[in-house]
């Protein structure tokens, strides 16, 4: 078979309910500076977390349709809700590779785990779902897992509050309800979560590892891109990435801003009306 030589540039799709899949972001523009991203965060229907499965199937599939007309090369959903439950449906639909973030994120954990004991926070919707317990636990069946869900973290990110003495007071109030300490290991089972990473490792001490699920993806991507010959080929340019919300621009491009520290960083409302129908091409 003839081999790429001149690399793929077609940028690689994110989605998100909202700004927490910049955390994902924020990793590919570390580990893979030669790649462009094009991302879109649906925040006028944020949180994602409390609805049922179909909904978050159905707005899943608008978003990824959104992202494969912008001529994608790879999907990437930088959600656990949405990972959680549309996963499945979404690689039923589409030809090129569709990553999530839950099975990397088990992963990680369990590789830095010594006890065994690992604890999952994330969305009422990734909870309910065991879907981090199922991918432990699959890969194996001796570890523990304790799986608490966090209701209150997301808007608090949303809305621009992450450094707040607002979001320390959620943060700690949440947690407590937390009990079994015993964990050395905890998955941030949520894209936004990274956001209140500090305050959450203040809460839990040092002693327990936090697995940003995020950044684990962003090495399976790496990975992916390799094997499938779709990296891009190196460059000494500043990428163009494009940012999209079906919410305000302004206040995500202020946390995109503050989170990425990117110059030029240009955000475009979409409206919902825009979106709709199902991802058929590749
Ligand atoms: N960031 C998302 C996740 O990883 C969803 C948060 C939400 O919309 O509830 O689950």
């Known amino acids: 078979m003839e081999r790429l030589t ?8 994110f989605f998100d309910s909202g700004v927490g899949g910049l955390t994902v972001v924020k990793e590919a523009l570390k580990q893979l500076p030669n790649e462009r991203v094009i991302y879109l965060g649906d925040t006028a229907r944020c949180p994602y977390g409390p609805r049922p499965q179909e909904q978050v199937e159905r707005f899943s599939l608008e978003l990824a349709n959104f992202l494969v007309q912008h001529d994608i090369k790879l999907l990437v959903i930088a959600c656990n809700t949405a990972t959680s439950f549309a996963l499945d449906a979404i690689r039923a639909r589409l030809t090129i590779p569709v990553v999530g973030v839950i099975v990397p994120g088990a992963r990680a954990a369990l590789k830095a785990t010594h006890k065994k004991k690992i604890g999952v926070i994330g969305t009422q919707g990734t909870i309910q779902s065991a879907a981090y317990t199922k991918a432990l636990v699959a890969k194996d069946p001796q570890v523990q897992v304790e799986a608490l869900a966090c209701p209150r973290f997301v808007p ?5 509050q992450f450094h707040s003495p607002t ?4 943060v700690f109030e949440t947690l407590r309800a937390f009990q079994p300490l015993q964990i050395d290991t905890l998955i941030l089972g949520c894209t936004h979560y990274p956001l209140l990473r500090p305050i959450i490792q203040n809460y839990l001490g040092s002693g327990v590892t936090l697995i940003d699920s995020g950044a684990e993806t962003i090495s399976e991507v790496s990975t992916l891109l390799d094997y499938f010959e779709l990296a891009a080929p190196p460059s000494q340019e500043v990428q163009h990435h494009e940012f999209y919300t079906t919410g305000s ?12 520290q990117l110059q030029d960083l240009a955000v475009t409302h979409v409206p919902l009306t825009e979106l709709g129908g199902k991802p058929h091409a590749s």
């Open 156 to 160: 608090v990110v949303e809305s621009n």
């Open 249 to 260: 621009a302004k206040l995500f491009q202020e946390i995109a801003h503050s989170w990425l």
């Open 167 to 170: 979001a320390k007071k959620v």
């Open 6 to 13: 001149t690399g793929d540039t077609r940028p690689i799709g």
